[in-house]
């Protein structure tokens, strides 16, 4: 498709303005972490390291971020399992309702979060009477981020073909051995990347999380939000919201440069 000067012109200045849009925020938020000011006053008056220094020594920060960790880690294991079953179940099996089981793996990440939330809530404390702990944060994270791993992996499957398990099967190997030395070394940098974004979406997921995290189970998103509006926590809110940043950037990067890399699938 060709393009006119003026097109090409208004196009680049869409893209422009919409990253204009997505990542100024982000770099004021970086910015006034460093702010001497607590009211967060524009352009800075100063800056400083103090506001780091307080987010380092803040134990509810520590113990939020600690928290957020074992959810992430946690759905992520959880997501690697499961995702990869499904995906080589629905790939390399024929079977009747294969497309239903598809749509409903991939559903929950198309939900809105506060319908997920509710639904799992009623699940939890409703149907299986259940307490709401750290491990309901855990269960719920894995709900939608099966969809990444899930995603990541049928993808490799579809690239790599079946023609190497079954040279493996004829010449004998059984199925747990076909996998150990064929399937996973081929998928092994689609787990890297799905297991990534996984504990990216878990680390930083604020709405599925409030209706499903009891009353001690503080991650760090909820620390952010309860401290938000209190004048005397807002840089250190800006701190801990640069880690969250960067938490959420590198392990996408990561996952990207991983999901692109296709020079060793033969």
């Not at 524009?42 to 780091?52: A, E, L, R, Y």
């Not at 790599?160 to 064929?182: H, I, K, M, P, Q």
């Not at 890297?192 to 979406?201: I, N």
Request: glycine share 8%.
């Amino acid at each position: 498709m060709t393009l006119t000067p003026l097109a090409r012109r208004v196009l680049v200045g869409l893209v422009v303005a919409v990253f204009v849009l997505m990542y100024v925020p982000l770099l004021l938020v970086v910015i006034n972490s460093f702010n001497v000011s607590q009211s967060l006053t524009w352009p800075p008056s100063g800056f400083t390291v103090d506001w780091w220094q307080r987010a380092v020594h803040s134990d509810g920060a520590r113990m939020a971020l600690w928290t957020s960790i074992q959810a992430a880690v946690g759905a992520t294991v959880i997501s690697l399992i499961l995702g990869t079953l499904l995906a080589l179940a629905l790939q390399r099996f024929d079977f009747f309702g294969k497309r239903v089981v598809n749509l409903l793996v991939v559903l929950p990440i198309a939900l809105p979060g506060i319908v997920t939330g509710i639904a799992l809530n009623n699940a939890f404390r409703g149907i299986l009477g259940l307490q709401l702990t750290l491990m309901t944060v855990v269960i719920a994270h894995a709900t939608f981020c099966i969809v990444t791993v899930f995603n990541n992996v049928q993808a490799r499957l579809r690239r790599v073909g079946g023609n190497l398990e079954e040279a493996s099967a004829d010449l004998g190997a059984g199925l747990f051995t076909t996998f150990r030395l064929v399937t996973f070394p081929q998928l092994r940098s689609a787990l890297l990347a799905g297991g990534l974004l996984s504990f990216a979406l878990s680390f930083d997921e604020i709405i599925v999380t409030t209706f499903t995290a009891g009353a001690g189970v503080t991650t760090l998103p909820i620390w952010i939000l309860n401290n938000l509006f209190r004048p005397n926590q807002a840089p250190v809110v800006n701190v801990v919201a640069v880690v969250l940043i960067a938490a959420s950037v590198v392990p996408i990067w990561l996952a990207q440069r991983l999901s692109g890399d296709t020079e060793h699938v033969r």
